[in-house]
């Protein structure tokens, strides 16, 4: 199960160099705890040992046979040849007590925890292990084998960080992904703003639908196993349905989605109150779900409640939260910071702006990352005195509640225009609701960045034509922000995350732009060419 893996190249130097960045007051409080995020959930297993921690459709684990495997997987490593405290340790599992246990018994070994998805691309995994320098995989193979010997150099080592946790690498759904690090302090504190805000309770039962190698679903798994809750694994998010009986079979009471996960359900899914008549309330985050999706599930659930949330890799998990009971007169709002979080929404100064007024989206916490691993720069441009600059642009309203107004990174010059995608798909959905627009550009290859838009049916109902949505885009809006493509999507492309890759769609409006040539007004494939 557990692999050496061979280091293709040397550790870099100061690959640390967070000591750098001085963390902020929020910091310095509390969390700075030495007991580990290990030691907490051994804590709390000793307070419930015969609690249920997992079930899945073929067993169940309790507090106690977690306590059992965390410690023996602890035990394994610590007998690895050359283990050492901050090695880090890459795990490659699915859902289940086999990555619980690893991931745990990694920081019980006082080691880092490096997450990987499953499913993700071979190369993309030994270039993650080695930018890491991991010496050790954990997977399903069945060979353990050396491959390579001797210790890695410690060039760099000395400054670690003490109480590094794991290293989470960012979605890349719209950029390069980066290594967040995140300490045992930045985990704790997040679950325990998390369960102040949301009403999880230990006789929870929790579906477990999103991948625990990502900061959501990470933060699912952290913030009921230290509430003494249960995790239920089962189900596919292939067959929408199969949740909803998994919901019902286990008497599941919350369980927490990015917005394409909750498309899923309202399209392919008969999930209402009654049909899992034991929910108390479910979570959006990771993006964001349309005002209309988000009524129609609030509709769906009532009486269960429906919370917004908001967050980022870089801060932990989640930043802020809606109560359900403010949806209707906060409608589109993320809500404000949750307990322990601090958030603004500030000028290119760092003044705070006025109501109504876009500005950029910041943060402080004791939830805030450590830094990219091993990129200074990266580090420095997103940390800075003392807050997360998220790249995400706001408003907030009189009483300080938010509302993005999408991502700094996804700013367009079109026509010597300033263009925003989420601008364009705010104006589509206000229009017709029943699709789920997403706009990206893409290179014509004549050096002049377009548009494409892409539609997903967002419930049941059939979408309007591509005729339709064009002729609106020409009655109501500019010529810089009419989309040049128009293509229909029953699914869009996904990362390992559950998000819409974004670079995907380009990438397909590239080559769909490159193999065909479209006229305006022709309908002879979903996809069009618009607006010459």
């Known amino acids: 199960m557990i692999r050496h893996v061979r280091s293709q190249t040397k550790p870099p130097l100061n690959e640390w160099r967070v000591d750098e960045f ?43 046979d977690l306590t059992l495997r965390v410690r023996a997987f602890s035990e394994e490593l610590e007998c690895l040849p050359g283990w050492r405290v901050g090695e880090r340790v890459g795990i490659r599992l699915g859902n289940g007590i086999d990555y619980i246990a690893a991931f745990y018994g990694v920081l019980l070994a006082r080691g880092v925890a490096v997450p990987l998805p499953v ?65 045992h302090g930045n985990l704790i504190s997040n679950a325990a ?9 230990p006789t929870d039962r929790a579906l477990a639908v999103l991948p625990f190698c990502h900061a959501y679903g990470n933060s699912v798994l952290q913030s009921h196993l230290l509430s003494g809750a249960t995790l239920v694994i089962s189900g596919s998010t292939t067959f929408p349905e199969s949740l909803v009986d998994a919901m019902r079979k286990h008497g599941v009471t919350s369980f927490a989605g990015v917005p394409d996960l909750h498309r899923l359900l309202l399209r392919g899914s008969q999930l209402t109150a009654e049909a899992v008549p034991t929910l108390r309330y479910a979570t959006v985050a990771g993006g ?22 908001y967050g980022q890799t870089e801060a932990t998990a989640r930043l802020s939260c809606l109560p359900a009971f403010e949806w209707e007169t906060r409608r589109g709002s993320i809500g404000r910071g949750i307990p322990d979080v601090t958030l603004e929404v500030v000028d290119e100064r760092g003044n705070s702006v006025a109501p109504g007024v876009i500005g950029e989206l910041r943060a ?16 420095q441009q997103c940390l800075r005195d003392g807050w997360l600059h998220t790249g995400d642009l706001a408003t907030v309203d009189d009483d300080g509640y938010i509302y993005l107004r999408g991502r700094n990174s996804q700013l367009l010059k079109i026509g010597g ?18 699709c789920d627009p997403v706009v990206v550009p893409y290179n014509a ?26 002729h ?31 670079q995907a769609l380009s990438r397909m409006a590239t080559g769909n732009c490159r193999t065909r040539s479209v006229r305006p007004g022709s309908e002879k494939t979903a996809a069009e060419a618009v607006l010459r």
């Open 417 to 434: 225009y300033r263009v925003h995608p989420a601008e364009i798909e705010a104006v589509i959905s206000a229009r017709f609701p029943i």
């Open 472 to 502: 609106f885009c020409q009655e109501s809006l500019p010529r810089h922000q009419r989309p040049d493509i128009i293509e229909v999507l029953e699914t869009p492309p996904l990362t390992a995350s559950l998000k819409v890759d974004r």
């Open 288 to 309: 964001a779900l349309s005002v209309e999706l988000t009524q129609q599930m609030t509709e769906r659930l009532r009486p269960a409640e429906f919370f917004v949330m």
């Open 119 to 183: 499913e993700q691309r071979e190369d993309w995994i030994e270039h993650v292990l080695a930018r890491t320098t991991c010496r050790w995989i954990v997977d399903r193979s069945s060979a353990t084998r050396a491959l390579s010997t001797g210790i890695l150099p410690t060039s760099g080592r000395d400054r670690m960080p003490s109480d590094l946790a794991a290293v989470f690498f960012t979605s890349g759904s719209s950029g390069d992904p980066k290594g967040v690090m995140l300490s």
């Open 364 to 379: 402080a916490g004791p939830n805030i990352m450590r830094g990219y691993w091993n990129d200074f720069e990266a580090t």
């Open 445 to 470: 290859g004549d050096g002049m960045a377009r548009l494409a838009m892409f539609l997903t049916p967002a419930a049941s109902e059939p979408i309007p034509s591509v005729n339709e949505v064009r």
């Open 22 to 64: 001085r963390p902020n007051a929020h910091r310095q409080r509390v969390w700075q705890e030495a007991i580990s995020l290990a030691e907490r959930l051994l804590l709390v297993a000793k307070k419930a040992p015969h609690c249920d921690a997992l079930v899945t459709d073929s067993a169940s684990y309790t507090y106690a």
């Open 193 to 201: 703003s998390i369960i102040k805000s949301l009403p999880l309770l």
